[in-house]
């Protein structure tokens, strides 16, 4: 079974009131995400994850990413058929009373001919699309469709659950936030705000979010470094421009590093870091 946040059970409940009350507030992303939930429940997963810890709100937003994302790219809505179209299809096929009189020219009153499998099963196949386009159309029934939609885009990718991707459970974030032994630290950047680091020992990788960092100078970017413990050469991890602070980046390999440090670079980075740090994080507990 799984486990939520604090051990607890990782089943759904009924409602999701109960779902957020069991710390399964991150498994309710795809039902945000595609809008299969009521308003007051919308409000109460915002109001919740608003207050939630940065790893367990960084893992909502990623996964609430992910879905909308898959659905753009793989999901195509289904267009009504032309209202003609079983009468063409019909019209087309060979007139079976012709046919059955030319076979038997003697023959007397013939009957009408029965109902063909393939006639049979254009009306049902018509019938069915119009039945799931009337019940994606009353009240709720979108709710259902939503929900099957981020069911099936979930079985597609390889979930093993409601919500459980297997491209979340690989992404590396995703693997440093859920570590059982994850630890938060932040510092503050020179140039303003702060770089907030999620280390997992047992992932042997950090998290970093720069909250509130402004851009770099013109011409410049910000530079990542981790410091290694036996006094050797600082070993670039990375860099991020402007488009980069607002994402999340993974630092992998922590465990012979005493600390990160963050300096400013020119485009393209350096070969040694440039000091003074604009910012650095001990990386030991």
């Given at each position: 079974?799984?486990?939520?946040?604090?051990?607890?059970?990782?089943?759904?409940?009924?409602?999701?009131?109960?779902?957020?009350?069991?710390?399964?507030?991150?498994?309710?992303?795809?039902?945000?995400?595609?809008?299969?939930?009521?308003?007051?429940?919308?409000?109460?997963?915002?109001?919740?994850i608003?207050?939630?810890?940065?790893?367990?709100?960084?893992?909502?937003?990623?996964?609430?990413?992910?879905a909308?994302?898959?659905l753009?790219?793989?999901?195509r809505?289904?267009?009504?058929?032309p209202?003609?179209?079983?009468?063409?299809?019909?019209a087309q096929l060979?007139?079976?009373?012709?046919?059955?009189?030319?076979?038997?020219?003697?023959?007397?009153?013939?009957?009408?001919p029965?109902a063909t499998?393939?006639?049979?099963?254009?009306?049902?196949?018509?019938?069915?699309?119009?039945?799931?386009?009337?019940?994606?159309?009353?009240?709720?029934?979108?709710?259902?469709?939503?929900?099957?939609?981020?069911?099936?885009?979930?079985?597609?990718?390889?979930?093993?659950?409601?919500?459980?991707?297997?491209?979340?459970?690989?992404?590396?974030?995703n693997?440093?936030?859920?570590?059982?032994d994850?630890?938060?630290?932040?510092?503050?950047?020179?140039?303003?705000?702060?770089?907030?680091l999620?280390?997992?020992?047992?992932?042997?990788?950090?998290?970093?979010?720069?909250?509130?960092?402004?851009a770099?100078?013109e011409?410049?970017v910000?530079?990542?470094?981790?410091?290694?413990?036996?006094?050797?050469?600082?070993?670039s991890?990375?860099?991020?421009?402007?488009?980069?602070l607002?994402?999340p980046?993974?630092?992998?390999g922590?465990?012979?590093?005493?600390?990160?440090?963050?300096?400013?670079?020119?485009?393209?980075?350096?070969?040694?870091?440039t000091?003074?740090t604009?910012?650095?994080?001990?990386?030991?507990?």
């Open positions: 079974m799984n486990q939520g946040p604090n051990g607890r059970s990782g089943a759904f409940g009924d409602t999701v009131a109960m779902d957020l009350a069991s710390g399964r507030a991150v498994d309710l992303a795809e039902l945000y995400a595609l809008d299969a939930v009521a308003d007051h429940e919308r409000q109460a997963i915002e109001d919740y608003s207050a939630a810890p940065d790893a367990e709100r960084l893992a909502f937003l990623e996964r609430v990413r992910q909308r994302e898959t753009a790219t793989t999901f809505f289904e267009e009504e058929p209202a003609d179209l079983f009468n063409r299809i019909v060979p007139d079976a009373t012709t046919q059955r009189n030319d076979r038997q020219p003697n023959a007397g009153t013939i009957s009408a029965p499998a393939a006639g049979t099963a254009g009306v049902d196949e018509l019938a069915a699309a119009r039945q799931r386009r009337e019940e994606r159309r009353r009240p709720g029934g979108a709710r259902r469709w939503l929900a099957g939609v981020a069911a099936a885009a979930a079985i597609a990718l390889g979930g093993v659950g409601v919500g459980s991707y297997l491209a979340d459970q690989n992404d590396p974030v693997q440093v936030i859920r570590a059982g994850l630890r938060e630290a932040s510092v503050d950047v020179s140039a303003g705000g702060t770089a907030t999620l280390i997992s020992a047992s992932e042997d990788a950090a998290v970093v979010k720069m909250n509130d960092v402004p770099p100078p011409g410049k910000y530079q990542m470094w981790l410091i290694p413990k036996d006094g050797s050469a600082p070993v991890q990375g860099l991020m421009d402007e488009d980069a607002s994402k980046a993974v630092v992998q922590i465990s012979s590093a005493s600390a990160l440090g963050i300096t400013v670079e020119p485009v393209g980075g350096s070969q040694s870091p000091l003074p604009v910012a650095a994080a001990p990386l030991g507990a």
